[in-house]
């Protein structure tokens, strides 16, 4: 059973929003959270936008011993009209999902939480920065709440979302990044939990990530867990490499996760007709290509960063440089499409825009 | 800078106690429970033994999204002549320190740790049944609590100890179980963090434990990751078999954990000149000896049920029989000598026991 309806309790005293150029990423949340329960057997009930404030979880809780859990993440721009906007979010529910199945936690219904975050997105509009390449990054997460330690799917869950401003990405322009490729620890394998977006994969990824951050590194790149050999994807971004004219990503395994991004990449390249292949590909094969001279562009996508430029790769102890650390044409272009699409200064051509007033209203 | 004593702050009124044969496990908790906070730079602070009550935690916190967490599991006993005691504790401290290590956490003090977790049981003292099988199960953890959206190791924690009072594992006799082997999802990986006590690997189990759980099967039996031929461990438990006179348990290979019971055992079966390997084991090795007639035993070690016996396990639709579902010599043995000693009815040669009260009061 379901609510249709959406209570709303607005907090009394407003936060002070912080100035544009002083964001970071994740750090400050907004007025208002939006928060739904899930009870066996009533289903999800509850709907409710409240202050942002505090859980009061019994210690109990599966969430705290057995990471039953699943996350998403998307952003809201704000359009040059000073309409917020959403891109693909219904991508992000379906992803939702889909990892909710793989962690036996109940489906959520997606239309109605798409409304849930547009209501709360519009109620906190006037958190969006307004500042170029800044957004309202905003956090839709399920946690399993019934207070048993048996090692059993629970039946109890909250479905909360909160938002927090964020700043630009690349302050300075966009600027290719150095990446260690990791081969003593491994992020997923087929059959584990790599393709949900769970916390036991970011809980397992933060060693390598330490080991390496010292060194300038701003992430790892993840190899399959079977033959280590074959590049997976780095810590919250998919890959894609351009070969002698040719642009590759590794193919959807069931160890890495489809990214929203990965998707709209594929879909620009294949519209603007360059050569797009989804395949295995190995660190060696990389490797030759550089030796070769036809490595000539890497880069991740991801919805923080959007596109990043990746400008050297270390795998053991051996450095790739790629494209002499610039930023590559392809990379510049996507960067620039996507961008423009998101916050309303290009036209959205795959109807990937999903504006958060128009219907927003009339659903509630 | 870690601070040597406890506050204490009582709770005003007691919850009444479950009757010793209703008893469930993990749904009751005691009247208190052990908190201890860490923040960066002070370390572990703030030692308390509060009211057992819920946790106030922001929807940002680290817990809530990336999983970073880690947990034990061990129980307390009560001795003919009254006395609360523990069976081993510090080797739960021990790996509690190795989690924490792979999962990025800060090292705790395990002595301190082990002090407090005494001053806690003692406290509770009349919480620990009495009838046969019963006991005070002891849920120390840990849970990451920056409210920060950023991928990183958290720079706040706590340490918290619940107890709950929980009834005999086998209500009429120790009883042979079925258990599934699992072809399709897999646990961990070497290179992941199968090794630790970290809520990811149980969160990734509950599919495939969903998936046979309606055809009566009890636990899974986990595959390795990489050539999905040879045998890891159950749900909860380390796995032995009885080869041919010989005692056989898959090797620590990084992706198991390293059970209190299993090294146990494996002293145990040393003590009494019983040869016993630790070494790789595939499934087809195992269907052949039982084909041959000899595989004479199967059963799992764990905290939860000490030993469990294996009567049959289903691999690919065949089903493997053994020892004619009945319990093998070496899983009673084992089992009433184990529990003999945990419960102070039979000598304790290895010194495994830690009387809760001898030392926790000097301490503090
Ligand atoms: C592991 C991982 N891979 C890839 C991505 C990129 O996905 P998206 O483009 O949907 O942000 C993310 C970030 O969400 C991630 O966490
Ligand atoms: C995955 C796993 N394996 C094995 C065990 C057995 O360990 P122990 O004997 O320390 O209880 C447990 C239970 O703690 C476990 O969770």
Chains 1, 2 share one sequence.
């Not at 992803?95 to 997105?121: D, H, M, T, W, Y």
């Not at 949900?196 to 990824?205: E, M, P, R, V």
């Not at 002499?324 to 423009?340: F, P, S, V």
């Amino acid at each position: 059973m379901e609510e249709r309806t959406i209570q709303v309790n607005h907090c009394s005293t407003r936060k002070e929003k912080p100035k544009s150029d002083q964001l970071q990423f994740g750090r400050i949340f907004t007025d208002h959270m939006f928060v739904m329960d899930f009870t066996d057997p009533l289903g999800w009930h509850d709907a409710r936008i409240v202050p942002y404030q505090p859980l009061t979880i019994d210690p109990s809780a599966m969430i705290f011993h057995y990471g039953q859990s699943v996350f998403e993440g998307l952003k809201a721009y704000l359009s040059p009209d000073g309409d917020a906007q959403l891109f693909r979010p219904e991508k992000n529910l379906q992803r939702l999902n889909q990892s909710n199945e793989r962690l036996c936690i109940p489906q959520i219904n997606e239309e109605f939480a798409l409304g849930a975050i547009k209501k709360l997105v519009e109620l906190e509009k006037d958190w969006i920065p307004g500042s170029e390449g800044t957004s309202l990054y905003i956090r839709p997460f399920i946690i399993s709440t019934e207070p048993y330690l048996g090692v059993a799917p629970s039946r109890r869950y909250k479905f909360i979302v909160i938002l927090s401003p964020v700043g630009a990405y690349y302050k300075e322009g966009i600027n290719p990044v150095k990446i260690a490729v990791e081969n003593k620890y491994v992020r997923a394998v087929s059959g584990g939990t790599g393709e949900a977006k769970t916390g036991g994969n970011y809980a397992s990824s933060l060693k390598a990530q330490e080991m390496v951050a010292g060194s300038g590194y701003a992430q790892v790149l993840w190899l399959d867990g079977v033959e280590r050999k074959y590049i997976e994807e780095v810590g919250s971004m998919n890959v894609f490499f351009k070969i002698n004219g040719e642009v590759i990503t590794p193919v959807l395994n069931g160890s890495i996760l489809e990214g929203v991004t990965r998707n709209s990449v594929l879909q620009l390249l294949k519209h603007w007709e360059i050569p797009v292949t989804e395949r295995k590909i190995s660190m060696e094969e990389l490797r030759q290509a550089n030796k070769d001279g036809l490595l000539e562009e890497a880069f991740g996508t991801g919805t923080a960063a959007v596109i990043s430029p990746i400008g050297q790769l270390t795998w053991n102890g051996q450095h790739i440089y790629i494209n002499d650390g610039k930023t590559g044409e392809i990379a510049k272009r996507l960067y620039d499409t996507m961008t423009g699409i998101q916050y309303g200064m290009l036209e959205d051509p795959f109807n990937w825009i999903e504006k958060v007033k128009e219907k927003s209203n009339s659903v509630f």
